[in-house]
């Protein structure tokens, strides 16, 4: 008896596990349509679903060009400055008094507004530069011998100069004085002109471009001056509208010099004509006014000469002016089926939201399980499974909350009369009474009619039951 229960539960469990494996690989999820009638979530779903498209239409497609692929921008920029400027000083100092563009221009970007000039440098022994504080003594202890000055310009000899109450260096003589002058040297250089060509190339699309026009003449260049408004494409700039672009005084700036960017940038739909793609230009000022020490920009220059007994000597020049920085950013876009299917189809997936938070706020606003009754349904396909049971068709018809009674007609065969000693009983005529687990029929008269000599296979493992005749009603 043992070793037949424990067969029966083997086989149980074994057909559950086949009937869960079934069920996992034989069945799909379908969307089913639930119409809810309510103000509060229907103004909801509305308003999520217009900010949406709102946000698909207006940024994704009309603003970023979600249609479109893009490229980034390969670019060399070339600048060239021109500009003279006299100066009045006397001939002892050995510097020029006629400077153009060679002589303050470094690398292209750099344009000399101020400097400091020490003339007719030899190598020897003479006191420090009084503005050092590192430098400054009172006795000859106070002077290490071998010792760097710092920020300085040589090497402590170890004595102490009086007069000046610095050490004495052993370097290049006569030391520099750090004074920058007042007004700044070159205040003319504001007038000074830069002439910007920009290459860019996109090589995904096949288009290279540069920011003078191809139908600009030479004789319009020559004479145009940018201007972001009247002449925004004209490739001279002079070096005051470029200050004034960035929001600074020109004075102020070539007294200890300055970094700007000079911003370069191409944004071309290539769905329309290239000519159409065109720079844009902006100036910055990188560096900060805000700075305490080593403010603005500056850097020394030395120019080495014989003199005529044989020494060799420098002028010492350090350099005071404006840095040029150029960035270039750039990106082209041309029509693209693939960027638009995506972004489309990333558009109505952003639609769901709506019903998703609807549906979660169902649970706050409505408080009911109707709504989760109807939305989620059960089926199976019947086709391979042959005829009903008759438990299945009992369990269809019988309405909510009633008991099922099945009565047998008089000429129905006798051994119908019991359907299941345990869960079975015989009224006075006959008749056999069954319960049977709640179901609720969809617009069902209460009366099911089976088919004479119709076999019905119950779930249960028990004899068939033979009915000509069937009546279901609700107590």
């Not at 060399?76 to 510097?95: D, E, P, R």
């Not at 430098?135 to 071998?146: E, K, W």
């Not at 560096?287 to 020394?300: H, L, M, P, Q, T």
């Not at 359907?419 to 209460?446: A, F, I, K, M």
Request: charged share 25%.
């Amino acid at each position: 008896m043992t070793n037949f229960t424990n067969t029966n539960e083997q086989e149980k469990l074994s057909s559950y596990a086949k009937r869960k494996a079934l069920d996992f690989f034989f069945e799909y999820e379908t969307p089913k349509v639930v119409k809810v009638y309510s103000t509060r979530l229907g103004a909801i779903n509305r308003t999520v679903q217009f900010l949406v498209i709102g946000y698909v239409i207006g940024y994704i497609f009309i603003y970023a060009k979600g249609y479109q692929a893009f490229e980034k921008a390969e670019s060399t920029t070339i600048a060239k400055v021109k500009g003279m400027i006299k100066t009045n000083f006397s001939a002892s100092t050995g510097a020029n008094n006629v400077w153009d563009a060679t002589d303050l221009e470094n690398d292209a970007v750099f344009i000399t507004t101020n400097f400091i000039q020490t003339p007719s440098q030899q190598s020897g022994k003479c006191p420090e530069d009084t503005n050092n504080k590192f430098a400054r003594c009172r006795t000859d202890s106070g002077c290490t011998a071998g010792e760097q000055v710092l920020l300085g310009n040589g090497f402590k000899t170890g004595q102490c100069v009086q007069a000046t109450g610095t050490c004495e260096i052993d370097g290049w003589c006569p030391a520099e004085v750090d004074d920058k002058p007042e007004p700044p040297i070159f205040m003319e250089a504001e007038n000074f002109t830069i002439m910007v060509k920009n290459y860019v190339t996109f090589p995904e699309f096949d288009v290279k471009r540069r920011n003078i026009p191809d139908d600009m003449k030479g004789a319009y260049i020559n004479t145009c001056r940018y201007h972001p408004v009247s002449d925004p494409y004209c490739p001279i700039f002079t070096v005051q509208r470029l200050v004034e672009l960035a929001h600074e005084n020109f004075s102020v700036v070539a007294r200890t010099g300055a970094i700007f960017g000079f911003i370069i940038e191409w944004d071309c739909n290539l769905d329309f004509s290239v000519e159409y793609c065109l720079p844009k230009y902006q100036i910055r000022r990188i560096d900060s006014v805000e700075e305490k020490i080593a403010k603005g920009w500056n850097f020394r220059h030395a120019d080495y000469w014989n003199a005529p007994d044989g020494t060799r000597r420098r002028t010492l020049y350090k350099f005071y002016g404006i840095k040029f920085v150029f960035m270039v950013y750039g990106k082209a876009g041309r029509f693209s089926p693939e960027e638009l299917a995506m972004n489309l189809g990333s558009g109505i997936g952003l639609l769901g939201i709506a019903t998703i938070l609807c549906d979660f706020l169902t649970d706050f606003l409505l408080r009911t399980d109707a709504f989760g009754k109807s939305k989620f349904e059960r089926i199976r396909d019947t086709k391979k499974k042959g005829p009903p049971t008759l438990k299945t068709m009992l369990e269809n018809a019988k309405p909510p909350g009633a008991v099922m009674v099945i009565e047998n007609e008089p000429d129905a065969d006798p051994d119908a009369s019991t359907l299941d000693d345990d869960s079975s009983s015989s009224d006075e005529d006959g008749s056999t009474r069954r319960g049977l687990p709640e179901q609720t029929p969809s617009g069902d008269s209460g009366f099911g009619v089976a088919r004479p000599e119709k076999h019905f296979l119950l779930d249960d493992p028990v004899k068939p039951v033979h009915f000509q005749r069937t009546r279901v009603t609700s107590l």
